[in-house]
């Protein structure tokens, strides 16, 4: 193996030949899934693997794969994703593509004698249409051509569409032989630089529930129609919003939270009483005891506050899924790494979704998390410094020499 020093400076280089790419003019970066910019990472990915003379492909939906051996037999697959937000970071995501080519890079040079695949999967984010982990969700039977054939771009562009101009299909077969799944993501939250912890050990990932919730009052003028005349929509959107921050700070000891992440106002003019509002909700927790009671409360709430204030509200369900347990023989192994190498650790809950969630229903499934600066991820501001990335990336390896 390399010395620590050329190993962090390799990091350097692998992630810089990402930097550029999808760079905006307000200091972050814009990569959306099935997108040419995407289309540009996963290429990059892909010829960085080629330098190093290992095998590459790319598979029915466009994730893209990294291999030291493409024979029938079990192997390691780690990996992550390459788009991001509107206005992003560099590191969510591509943290984990670039740890799994280090990792790669080390078994080269050891002759560790151990079959392992990176991958780099599509439209992690939901950003693009609405729906996330689209590359990895297919492969594993996740998602079906049901859940996403009817997905729009931010463009307009059909997914179906892209599919085909692209050779992709909707009904891929699913991905095989993947004897464990294994990801480092950045922590995307601020426990880990609290506590001064160098990698986190997943135990669980929250399991999102979204809604759209429409509410309808009436637009009138604002300043020709009496106070208890009205049916002001935002005033009852507030109503919601305030008592799903309360029961998300009730359910707080049980590991949930609750946010209201979109408000769109209508008409949004000054004096116009408003008359329409929608909603975006997002409630995620890894207890579905938690999650039922905060759903059950929130549909309870929308009933007393059309009764209270008049007006119509729908709630549409976009989208959910259950909580997921990482395996348990991998967190215990993790852990004897961690301690073995002298890395601090933290067993710790993932608030965030990952592609992991995806394989955790066909195979052991484990993730390592790393600190970030403040916590601050899916913002320009975003940053994990590479030592950081390098210590997860030890841990992992570590893990991978014990399973020969």
Known sequence: MASKREDIEYLEYIFSKFYDIGANSYGGVTRLGYTKVEDDMHNMF????????FYTYIDEVGNTYVANDISQKPYYLMGSHLDS????????GVAGVIAGLLILKWAKDENLDIPIRVAA???????????CTIGSGLITGELTKDDIKGLVSKTGRHIVDIFYSNGYSLNPKNIENVKQYLELHIEQGKVLEEYGIKVGIVTDIAGPRRFEISVLGEAEHSGATPMDMRHDALCA???????LEKIGMDESYRKSVTTVGVINNGPNVLNVIPGDVTLGVDIRGIDTDSLDKIESYMKSTIREIMKKRNVEIFAQDTGRF???KMSSYMQKKLIESSEKLKISHKVMPSGAGHDAMAFSKICDTAMIFIPCYRGISHNKSEFSSLLSIYNG????????????
């Open 46 to 53: 892909k010829s960085l693997g080629e330098d190093e003379e």
């Open 85 to 92: 937000v509107v206005n992003g970071g560099r590191y969510d």
């Open 121 to 131: 999967f599509r439209c992690e984010e939901s950003s693009n249409f609405g729906k």
């Open 237 to 243: 959107a507030s109503e919601l919003i305030l008592e």
């Open 322 to 324: 259950d909580p997921v």
């Open 393 to 404: 990336c030890k841990v992992m390896y570590e893990y991978l020499k014990g399973e020969q």
